[in-house]
């Protein structure tokens, strides 16, 4: 077979991420756009509740302060994600870092909680025009063959800022208040967008691998795609189970295991590194054999990780669970995010990533709301177990459309050693 890669070979297609970003300034760019974006998302939104509740807040409006966010993003995720792909990806990712600078001068001015909460709404709309385009264009930049490193590879934007920025924003806000915590995000989100406007190209990088990209399709004939089906079938399910964990992992461990709230924050810590060191790595293997098998892989051993948390004891056993969980999400995460790479060049990109993203934020919010429903009848550990069950589900259903799809337990794209050239 002709290696059809090497038409392409400006992108670079060595494991070493070194090598892969020395000709992908576009890629670095956007992974940078991106990183900003959910740094400073990560800097304040712990932090706002807290600051609500010194506004006199309560109640619906302390949910608020956090979730607000959510709240707008869902429903513009996928609606920016299929404009950008009609008005260009560049003018979409600006705009919504530009909103992140404009929402962080609200937190400043706001006289009250309810300004405050409106402003964390419209940090949401920022959110939903940022992260489903700037997935979009790295799918594009990713040639057939190579949709699982560079999505690998850019996932850890999103791990990095997850983890970087509660630190980040709690030293600032420790050192120097709340309103220098709201002005370095501002700052960040300003850096963000220069970098943007400055430096990465109006239109995507002429390549073969992009040529086969159309134009946007209807949300109601996404819906009807059973590969479609199965990606946000996987995206509800990991975002409902993420958000259970994250929403109850501290509750758990200090309550019923008696930890304290610093080893709380290793065990995410730890999980966030874990992802980021084995994201790339993985998303190679993507490229390499069936991507639908690694994400079964991937999600039957999460939820088999997450139906056992109620049994852990003691901080160290927690703590090594989690580090087995985090590699079997780097073994899913990208090989989805693949998958949806190549349902985008039929698609468009940049709906097919909107409805993706959207998938994953929905999930987090039902899934919080889910259990603290179970939390409050039935116990905590009921919890962890319903969001176990449900994702072992989720790998029925994801299967089911699958195999109508036609994908079965191939992969659609994955080349071998000697094609790719390495």
């Given at each position: 077979?002709?290696?059809?890669?090497?038409?392409?070979?400006?992108?670079?297609?060595?494991?070493?991420?070194?090598?892969?970003?020395?000709?992908?300034?576009?890629?670095?760019?956007?992974?940078?756009?991106?990183?900003?974006?959910?740094?400073?998302?990560?800097?304040?939104?712990?932090?706002?509740?807290?600051?609500?509740?010194?506004?006199?807040?309560?109640?619906?409006?302390?949910?608020?302060?956090?979730?607000?966010?959510?709240?707008?993003?869902?429903?513009?995720?996928?609606?920016?994600?299929?404009?950008?792909?009609?008005?260009?990806?560049?003018?979409?990712?600006?705009?919504?870092?530009?909103?992140?600078?404009?929402?962080?001068?609200?937190?400043?001015?706001?006289?009250?909680?309810?300004?405050?909460?409106?402003?964390?709404?419209?940090?949401?709309?920022?959110?939903a025009m940022v992260i489903p385009t700037a997935f979009a264009y790295i799918?594009?930049?990713?040639?057939?063959?190579?949709?699982?490193?560079?999505?690998?590879?850019?996932?850890?934007?999103?791990?990095?800022?997850?983890?970087?920025?509660?630190?980040?924003?709690?030293?600032?806000?420790?050192?120097?208040?709340?309103?220098?915590?709201?002005?370095?995000?501002?700052?960040?989100?300003?850096?963000?967008?220069?970098?943007?406007?400055?430096?990465?190209?109006?239109?995507?990088?002429?390549?073969?691998?992009?040529?086969?990209?159309?134009?946007?399709?209807?949300?109601?004939?996404?819906?009807?795609?059973?590969?479609?089906?199965?990606?946000?079938?996987?995206?509800?399910?990991?975002?409902?189970?993420?958000?259970?964990?994250?929403?109850?992992?501290?509750?758990?461990?200090?309550?019923?295991?008696?930890?304290?709230?610093?080893?709380?924050?290793?065990?995410?810590?730890?999980?966030?590194?874990?992802?980021?060191?084995?994201?790339?790595?993985?998303?190679?293997?993507?490229?390499?054999?069936?991507?639908?098998?690694?994400?079964?892989?991937?999600?039957?051993?999460?939820?088999?990780?997450?139906?056992?948390?109620?049994?852990?004891?003691?901080?160290?056993?927690?703590?090594?669970?989690?580090?087995?969980?985090?590699?079997?999400?780097?073994?899913?995460?990208?090989?989805?995010?693949?998958?949806?790479?190549?349902?985008?060049?039929?698609?468009?990109?940049?709906?097919?990533?909107?409805?993706?993203?959207?998938?994953?934020?929905?999930?987090?919010?039902?899934?919080?709301?889910?259990?603290?429903?179970?939390?409050?009848?039935?116990?905590?550990?009921?919890?962890?177990?319903?969001?176990?069950?449900?994702?072992?589900?989720?790998?029925?259903?994801?299967?089911?459309?699958?195999?109508?799809?036609?994908?079965?337990?191939?992969?659609?794209?994955?080349?071998?050693?000697?094609?790719?050239?390495?």
């Amino acid at each position: 077979m002709q290696n059809h890669l090497s038409q392409d070979a400006p992108l670079g297609i060595s494991l070493r991420p070194a090598r892969f970003l020395s000709n992908n300034k576009p890629f670095i760019v956007v992974w940078l756009a991106l990183f900003i974006s959910i740094a400073g998302i990560g800097m304040v939104s712990p932090l706002l509740p807290v600051f609500a509740q010194d506004m006199g807040a309560s109640g619906i409006w302390l949910g608020l302060a956090f979730s607000g966010f959510a709240f707008s993003q869902v429903p513009l995720m996928p609606v920016a994600g299929r404009l950008s792909d009609r008005f260009g990806k560049k003018l979409f990712i600006w705009l919504g870092l530009l909103i992140y600078a404009i929402a962080a001068v609200g937190y400043v001015w706001s006289p009250g909680y309810q300004e405050l909460v409106l402003f964390r709404v419209f940090s949401g709309v920022g959110a939903a025009m940022v992260i489903p385009t700037a997935f979009a264009y790295i799918g594009e930049l990713a040639p057939p063959g190579q949709e699982g490193r560079y999505m690998g590879l850019f996932t850890i934007a999103f791990l990095a800022g997850f983890g970087i920025g509660p630190v980040l924003g709690g030293t600032v806000h420790d050192s120097f208040g709340m309103d220098a915590a709201f002005a370095s995000m501002g700052v960040l989100a300003t850096a963000g967008l220069l970098i943007v406007l400055l430096f990465l190209p109006a239109s995507r990088p002429s390549s073969r691998a992009m040529q086969s990209n159309k134009p946007a399709s209807s949300f109601s004939s996404m819906l009807r795609d059973e590969t479609m089906r199965g990606l946000i079938t996987f995206q509800l399910v990991f975002g409902l189970s993420y958000g259970s964990v994250l929403a109850f992992l501290g509750i758990f461990m200090t309550t019923v295991m008696g930890a304290s709230v610093a080893h709380v924050g290793i065990v995410l810590s730890a999980r966030s590194i874990q992802n980021g060191m084995l994201a790339y790595p993985f998303g190679w293997l993507a490229d390499r054999v069936s991507r639908v098998v690694l994400v079964n892989i991937g999600m039957i051993a999460m939820s088999t990780g997450i139906f056992f948390i109620p049994w852990t004891r003691d901080f160290a056993m927690l703590l090594g669970l989690f580090m087995v969980m985090a590699t079997f999400e780097s073994v899913a995460l990208p090989a989805a995010e693949a998958i949806t790479v190549e349902k985008g060049r039929s698609l468009g990109m940049g709906s097919v990533m909107g409805v993706f993203n959207m998938a994953m934020s929905l999930g987090m919010i039902v899934g919080s709301v889910i259990g603290g429903l179970i939390q409050g009848s039935i116990g905590i550990g009921w919890v962890f177990r319903f969001a176990a069950v449900l994702g072992l589900v989720g790998v029925v259903v994801f299967n089911v459309f699958m195999r109508r799809a036609g994908a079965g337990l191939g992969s659609s794209e994955a080349l071998t050693a000697s094609e790719l050239g390495v």
